[in-house]
């Protein structure tokens, strides 16, 4: 699949027989085009790369060589469920690089979220790329580009005007002399989901919901700060777990949590009490472009709150984000 147009009469995947067929052609086409050499993929553990890695674990086995770079911005439990399905259950040459106090320490102090972005973007592509140097005889460089990624570079390079700097979406880094394997390109969304399924990868891991390649990183506003992070990490963690106890996590798009870096004053055990406010942020939208506010019950907020406040060192406040998109981006940063 070299071209990055969509044939106008290309069948939606909408069921796992269909899925099985795009599967099967994939594998014939990776296979023609890999032949016994190596190919490198970042593997976030997000739905792309995911459903790319195990793809290509079917096609080429332990010629695919995945490396996870765990930057210290990723959600409760994602890294160690990025082991448990491709290094344990799969199998695969899967390479764990844990960056974090690189990361860390490169945005300490930093606030300005652009700056932040291009931090996080340029030092993912170091890590990745001094992993790369160590590996022998790498031809070929996978990646989990979808559809509406190529849409919307396209969208961008002809305004001039992105409104943030994706990471994740900029292809190549230029020095690196491979060529590209991206057997999910011109699919969307729904049907990578349905590749994934089909491919046998948790329903967890399939129906997960967007998370920026920046991660954590700008949804810890401001300069992130090591403790502010944990707090924001377990707080996302207990607002996911109750959306999914409560139905919610497939009827809400995207749901998360901010923190910003101020501090107001609580009390707690009868005692003057510092804490940051976490903001819960919850939308739904079919695009990103646009964004609605999805009205939670008022009984899951207040549950919501006194877990969060009583579980969370750190945290006194819970507030709720009512701003639709635009006027407010779907992310804070
Ligand atoms: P905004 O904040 O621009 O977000 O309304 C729109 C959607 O894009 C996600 N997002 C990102 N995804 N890399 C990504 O892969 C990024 O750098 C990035 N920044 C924002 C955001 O979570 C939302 O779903």
Redesign the pocket.
């Known amino acids: 699949m070299q071209n990055n147009v969509r044939p106008a009469d290309m069948e939606r995947i909408t069921t796992l027989e269909q899925a099985n067929a795009f599967i099967d052609e994939q594998v014939k086409e990776v296979r023609a085009q890999v032949g016994d050499k190596k190919v490198l993929l970042a593997l976030s553990g997000g739905v792309d790369s995911s459903v790319v890695a195990a793809l290509l674990i079917k096609a080429i086995g332990k010629q695919l060589v995945c490396v996870h770079v765990n930057h210290g911005l990723m959600r409760k439990g994602e890294s160690e469920q990025v082991i448990e399905v491709f290094g344990k259950a799969l199998d695969a040459n899967l390479i764990y690089v844990d960056a974090t106090d690189r990361f860390l320490d490169l945005l300490a102090g930093v606030s300005d979220p652009e700056k932040k ?1 291009k931090i996080i973007g340029a030092e993912f592509i170091k890590v990745f790329d001094e992993e790369a140097a160590k590996l022998d005889g790498i031809s070929f460089l996978a990646q989990g580009t979808i559809y509406p990624d190529i849409l919307e570079s396209i969208k961008a390079a002809e305004s001039g005007k992105p ?2 700097s ?4 900029g292809g190549l880094p230029e020095d690196m002399a491979m060529s590209l394997v991206e057997p999910v390109k011109l699919l969307f969304k729904d049907e990578v989901r349905v590749v994934g399924e089909a491919l046998g990868l948790p329903h967890g891991m399939v129906y997960r919901q ?5 991660g954590l990183g ?1 949804r810890c506003l401001g300069a992130i700060t090591r403790d502010r992070l944990h707090a924001l990490r377990e707080a996302d963690a207990i607002l996911r777990e109750e959306f999914d106890k409560n139905g919610l996590a497939g009827k809400v798009w ?1 749901y998360f949590i901010a923190i910003p870096d101020i501090k107001s004053v609580g009390v707690r055990n009868e005692m003057r009490y510092e804490g940051w406010p976490a903001i819960i942020r919850a939308i739904n939208t079919t695009d ?1 472009m646009t964004a609605t506010i999805e009205e939670i019950p008022y009984a899951l907020l207040h549950h919501i709150t006194h877990r969060i406040t009583h579980e969370v060192e750190g945290i006194n406040r819970v507030l709720m984000d009512l701003t639709p ?1 635009p006027i407010g ?3 804070w940063e």
């Open positions: 972005r409104v943030k994706h990471h994740n979406v967007p998370f920026p390649g920046p700008v995207q990103a998109k981006t779907i992310e």
